[in-house]
């Protein structure tokens, strides 16, 4: 099922019928006039869209049940990869037997920014963690073959992330959205892909020192029902499909309570690990609480930089 909204912050979507390739196919693409003071309040105005099936329409990481298309956020492009073409030379050279969908997005060309693009690949239906192992293994795919860099935003591999829709600007030129003929990616092509994905996770994600917590962070999400919602959800149980991403939040909970602030990065770590083989079936293994305790703390870095 694909969603939409106008803007980022409704957390209600409207369901429209259809495919996303059929709803591109009758969208109307906005034009905007983009610079360095207008960007922000112009990322508020557009189109954003989710596709997968969400509870009651509302999108939170409560409320998924499982999403169907990758949507990756190309915002830190080689430095070499100067032009669309090159760009889409570089993804069909990697991607060439798959369909996929290119377009720019609103900073795209904005002087200090470069290229910016969005990545879109359709799947089958992904549980929540299937979909940020699947998500990740593309990305550093795409860093493995330089045609990223290193510094890449891991919200784009979240399965609550929106994705814009396509928007012209006036450094645009030609078609806006490129579609590449291939083959679906497939739930036994993703199946046979798993090891590859998780050697290159392994491969770019070390593990965190936990001896060294963050600087202090002065905004707080410490609402306690939060708290009590997800220690209820965790000691019912935590399945496959579910164990990621769970993980991942009830840990930003604990270090936005300021756990990081007060140097109790080892007892929160000890923590997920207690919880972990009380109640995740099957527990996740240590190397992989050592990554979702690792991304967790790097959002919540980014959130303090961001102020």
Not at 191 to 213: C, G, R, V
Not at 257 to 284: E, K, R, S, V
Request: proline share 6%; glycine share 6%.
């Amino acid at each position: 099922m694909l969603y939409v909204q106008r803007g980022y912050s409704n957390k209600v979507m409207q369901a429209v019928p259809g495919t996303l390739k059929d709803y591109l196919a009758r969208y109307n693409i906005p034009t905007f006039s983009v610079s360095a003071d207008n960007v922000k309040d112009l990322k508020r105005e557009l189109d954003y869209a989710y596709s997968g099936m969400l509870t009651d329409n509302r999108r939170s990481n409560d409320t998924i049940q499982s999403r169907d298309i990758l949507a990756l956020d190309l915002d830190n492009i080689n430095p070499s990869i100067n032009t669309p073409d090159k760009l889409l030379n570089r993804l069909t050279e990697l991607l060439d037997a798959l369909e996929f969908i290119l377009y720019p997005t609103i900073k795209n060309g904005l002087k200090g920014y470069g290229l910016r693009y969005r990545l879109l690949i359709e799947t089958p239906p992904l549980l929540p963690d299937t979909y940020i192992l699947v998500a990740k293994g593309f990305i550093y795919g795409l860093i493995d073959k330089q045609i990223l860099t290193s510094n890449w935003d891991e919200s784009t591999t979240r399965p609550a992330q929106l994705f814009s829709l396509p928007v012209r600007n006036q450094f645009t030129q030609g078609e806006v959205i490129t579609y590449h003929q291939g083959a679906k990616l497939t739930a036994d092509a993703i199946k046979e892909s798993l090891p590859s994905f998780k050697a290159l996770i392994s491969k770019y994600e070390d593990e965190t020192d936990f001896n060294h917590p963050p600087t202090n962070y002065v905004k707080r999400n410490t609402d306690p029902t939060k708290g009590a919602y997800w220690l209820s959800e965790i000691t019912q149980g935590i399945g496959e499909g579910r164990r990621n991403n769970t993980m991942y939040n009830f840990a930003w909970y604990w270090l936005v309570c300021g756990m990081a602030d007060l140097g109790a990065l080892p007892g929160l770590y000890d923590f997920l690990m207690t919880i972990n083989q009380a109640y995740f079936t099957p527990p996740l293994s240590d190397a992989e609480i050592n990554h979702i305790f690792k991304s967790a703390i790097k959002g919540y870095e980014r959130v303090k930089e961001r102020g």
